[in-house]
């Protein structure tokens, strides 16, 4: 087994926000150099794959600063302090689209940026959709699409679509299709 | 169509990094409200799926401190200033494994983190693997494992695997296995 371990010898702290917060370790290297390590750290994240009865996906339109551009998502949201994520899960899926699920079960979870970040995403699917109205926070803006599969792929061609977990959530749909007519 | 477009009406310069940079932007939103936005700002990565001739994916072991762990990732690198990512994905591909390929081609590319950053992925597949020697930078501590897709995923399901580009990865290998056998 290797050890490319990288200690720790000092943290500066850079910044303190209310979504994530910037570090700048210095780190000794396996070779005995000394480098930076320009780290963020996030709270954690949910995002949950839910089909309408029509097998249509829920999508959220929002507009992202960091991209300057609208793109569609499947509902996802921070966790909050000491939330457990599959609380996180039923809480923005309720806020952002007004469903909610009979039952959510955790697919997956993935490290969006290990080079620079610490943000993990789960991802739920949710099964047992009941409509309701959606509920989202005052300065939040956001409107709700659904979209079959087929679309929801020309949606990523034309990258309206565009972002990690949407992009896995089409590809398990798309698995999840190919390994039912196989 | 929707417009949720958020007006910047300042920007404060908080870090300027060698990986990355962050600023706040005071924004404008729909309502009028102000709020404010933490942007990561990002050079852009690209990462590789490549299989060898035995069909046994290339992933690369590494420390990552955000983690605080080392993980499995197929290979990927960030795009240096003015290089085309295909380039970035011959030169990553070649210094962190020794493969040079016949053909890259670019699968798909997405945002890893929409909410706060704008680190955008290309993912290419490389065929015609031939292999060479690895030249990882100096303070670049790589091991290079090669897997067969059940293997991956069950690093997967260990959290060896554990980032978004590389479970991506897994599930195109999976779905190109799935429409193979159908």
């Known amino acids: 087994m290797t050890n490319f371990q990288e200690k720790t010898t ?7 926000g209310s979504v994530i917060s910037l570090q700048v370790d210095t780190v ?21 794959i839910a089909q309408t009865s029509e097998d249509k996906l829920i999508l959220v339109k929002q507009f992202r ?3 300057e551009k609208e793109i569609l ?13 599959i609380k996180t ?5 309720r806020e952002e689209t007004g469903y909610t699920a009979d039952s959510l079960s955790l697919l997956s979870s993935f490290y969006t940026s290990p080079g620079f970040a610490d943000e993990i995403i789960y991802i739920y699917e949710a099964t047992g959709l009941t409509r ?7 300065d939040e803006f956001v409107e709700i699409v ?13 990258h309206l679509i565009h972002d990690a977990k949407t992009m896995y959530a089409l590809m398990y749909l798309e698995l999840k299709q190919a390994k039912r007519q196989s």
């Open 146 to 158: 659904e979209a079959d599969l087929v679309t929801a792929k020309r949606y990523a061609e034309n």
């Open 10 to 16: 000092s943290t500066e702290e850079i910044f303190q």
């Open 132 to 138: 309701g109205e959606a509920q989202p926070d005052e």
């Open 89 to 93: 899960a039923e809480r923005e899926l």
């Open 65 to 67: 600063k960091a991209l």
């Open 28 to 48: 000794t290297l396996p070779n005995g150099n000394e480098s930076k390590r320009e780290l963020v750290k996030h709270p954690g994240a949910v995002a949950v």
């Open 73 to 85: 998502e499947i509902p996802a949201g921070k966790i909050d302090l000491g939330e457990e994520p």
